[in-house]
Each structure stands twice: as structure tokens, then as C-alpha cells.
């Protein structure tokens, strides 16, 4: 179980079952096999900081390759979750061949790089 200390950590589910958790010095890859994601699968993740906002707006971003946003999901406040359908990622598999995807996070719309923080990669295989 991770505890809440300096650093910061977040959960990551699969539809509605925790399937990884994280800090900043853990290894960050999750890989989804794509003949078992089903049309309805989602990812959501539970974002805290040891300085939690309760309503500050908070953003999910999957990006591929250079930063190139292929979706944003918006949330409120840390440790609240936030949510994006694995169906886009896999759309954009099957036009770009693209098989890594990043996940950020970010905090009051500020989408500049020095303020997204890298959570984890989801490899499709």
C-alpha cells in the first residue's frame, strides 16, 4: 500500500479495478494486451500531492511522440478521479501505428511542459 509522504503518488485503474500504483520513483509502464480491451474499457487514475487542492481543476493528458496531445480529460481536485476511454488510444493505434502512449498530469490549465508531470506510459500490444 502506498502512504502519503512527501512525495507524490496515484492510483491507476482499469475499468473499476486498481491495477498499478505509483510514486515518483517507481518504474511507470503499464502494458494492455489489445484483444481484451473491450469497446467500453476505461482508464482512470487518482492523482495526491502532499499539498492537496480540493478544487483546483486537474488534467489528464495521453500524448504520443513529441507531446502530440491525442486527448484531455478534466477532473477537480487531487486525489479525485479522472477518467479517458482506452477506444481513442486504440483508434489512433490503427491510423498512426503507434503502440506508446504517455500520461501527464497537470494542474489549472497550465498545459506548458514544465508543468505537466510524466505519470506513466501504456504500451498496446
Known amino acids: 500500500m502506498t502512504k502519503a509522504d512527501t512525495i507524490d503518488f496515484w492510483h491507476v485503474y482499469y475499468n473499476k479495478a486498481k491495477i498499478r500504483e505509483f510514486n515518483q520513483y517507481s518504474t511507470r509502464e503499464i502494458i494492455l ?8 474499457d476505461s482508464i482512470t ?3 495526491f500531492r ?3 487542492c480540493s478544487y483546483c481543476s486537474t488534467y489528464l493528458t495521453v500524448e504520443s511522440g513529441k507531446h502530440h496531445v491525442i486527448l484531455t480529460s478534466k477532473g477537480k481536485g487531487t486525489y479525485n478521479p479522472i477518467s479517458f ?34 505519470i506513466f ?4 500490444e
Open 50 to 52: 502532499d499539498t492537496p
Open 45 to 47: 487514475v487518482k492523482y
Open 33 to 40: 494486451k489489445l484483444n481484451k480491451i473491450k469497446s467500453g
Open 121 to 124: 506510459r501504456i504500451k498496446l
Open 85 to 118: 476511454s482506452l477506444k481513442d488510444l486504440i483508434a489512433y493505434r490503427m491510423s498512426s501505428g503507434k503502440n506508446y502512449f504517455d500520461i501527464f498530469y497537470f494542474e489549472r490549465e497550465n498545459k506548458s511542459l514544465s508543468n505537466k508531470i510524466f
